[in-house]
C-alpha cells in the first residue's frame, strides 16, 4: 500500500508539524469547524486516524488505520486503536453513532468503499463526517502543485469536489449532505481571522460535510 508508506515511515514528522506555525494554526481552524458541526459525536470511530490528534479533540474513542506506527501514538492519547483497512472493516454493523473521515478519503485507493463501509459500520441514523480539502480551492491546487513536485505526503494524494463527494454519498445510500466551510486565508498560513460558513463551498480550503445513514435503515 504506497499510500501508507510515508505515514508509516515519517509519523513523527508528520505528528510534529502540527507542533509549529503553520500547522498549529492550521489544526485549530479545522478543529474548530468540526466541533461546531459535531458537539458531541457519542459512540465514534475516527477512520484513518493516523496520530490521533483529531480523535483526541473530537472525543472519538475509537481509531482504525492501515499504518502500524501512528497508532502508537493515537493509543499515548487514548484511543483504543486498530489496526486495518477502513475499505473492509472488523467492526459489526449498525455499530457506531459517528464515524470520522477527516482528510483520509484523499489517501484512499478506493474512496468510494470506504464510503461504503462507512455506511455498513454505522448505525440507522449515526452520522458520517467528512473533513476534505476541495480540489478547486486555492488550497486544493497548492497541495496539487506540490503532488506534482512529488511532495512525501502529497505525492501519493488525490482531492474531490464536493459534487464528487456527495455523489459518493449518494450511492452508498446516505441522507443528501450538510456542512460548513472554513480557510478562506490564502496557503500555505491561513490567516487568524478565518471564519466558518454555514454552507459547503468548493472555494474553502477545508470543508466539513455531515451525512446521515436513514433511520429507518438496518443492514441485514
Request: proline content about 7%; overall charge neutral; some cysteine.
Amino acid at each position: 500500500m504506497e499510500r501508507v508508506r510515508p505515514f508509516e515511515d515519517r509519523y513523527d514528522r508528520y505528528d510534529a508539524w502540527y507542533e509549529k506555525f503553520p500547522g498549529e494554526r492550521l489544526f485549530k481552524i479545522e478543529l474548530n469547524c468540526l466541533k461546531k458541526l459535531v458537539p458531541a459525536p457519542g459512540f465514534s470511530i475516527e477512520v484513518g486516524v493516523g496520530t490521533g490528534r483529531f480523535a483526541e479533540k473530537l472525543g472519538a474513542k475509537y481509531g482504525l488505520d492501515p499504518a502500524f506506527n501512528p497508532l502508537k501514538i493515537s493509543r499515548s492519547r487514548g484511543i483504543s486503536v486498530v489496526q486495518g483497512d477502513g475499505r473492509q472493516t472488523p467492526f459489526r454493523d449498525n455499530t457506531f453513532e459517528t464515524l470520522f473521515l477527516i482528510v483520509t478519503i484523499c489517501f484512499a485507493d478506493e474512496p468510494e468503499l470506504l464510503v461504503k463501509e462507512a455506511f455498513r459500520i454505522l448505525k440507522p441514523g449515526g452520522r458520517i463526517i467528512l473533513g476534505l480539502v476541495p480540489r478547486n480551492s486555492d488550497w486544493g491546487k497548492y497541495y496539487l502543485k506540490l503532488k506534482s513536485q512529488g511532495h512525501f505526503f502529497y505525492r501519493y494524494a488525490d482531492f474531490y469536489t464536493i459534487s464528487e463527494i456527495n455523489s459518493m454519498l449518494e450511492h452508498s445510500k446516505f441522507e443528501p449532505p450538510s456542512g460548513l466551510s472554513t480557510l478562506f486565508g490564502p496557503p500555505p498560513d491561513g490567516s487568524d481571522e478565518e471564519f466558518i460558513d454555514e454552507k459547503l463551498r468548493e472555494d474553502a480550503g477545508f470543508v466539513c460535510i455531515s451525512s446521515r445513514k436513514p433511520l429507518h435503515h438496518r443492514n441485514l
